[in-house]
């Protein structure tokens, strides 16, 4: 598994990994609303963020939801959550949930 991450990366794979999946949910999103649903996002690697954040503007222009659950920790989920809440304060709703 670790060889396949490294030679996707390598070759530049997560940026087509955006797109195709940009295409793959406007492709859905025109037949049916969509809720994608991003569990345990805290762990997630560099590029499955990045096809997130690809899907963010998709959600302005068509009945997309997206739904992240993450740990409050420092992460690179909770980073990005934070621009995401900044820069979609309109559309964000965040609930925080104690142990």
């Avoid at 990005?80 to 965040?94: A, F, H, I, N, T």
Wanted: proline letters at 5%.
């Amino acid at each position: 598994m670790e060889e396949r991450v490294k030679i996707s990366h390598e070759r530049g794979a997560p940026s087509s990994h955006s797109t195709r999946s940009q295409d793959y949910v406007r492709s859905r999103v025109k037949r049916q609303s969509l809720c994608v649903i991003w569990e345990d996002m805290h762990w997630a690697d560099p590029s499955s963020l990045e096809v997130f954040e690809s899907l963010l503007p998709i959600s302005t222009e068509a009945r997309l939801l997206l739904v992240c659950v993450a740990r409050p920790d420092e992460n690179l989920a909770t980073e990005l959550l934070g621009r995401v809440r900044d820069k979609y304060s309109e559309r964000y709703q965040s609930i925080e949930l104690s142990p």
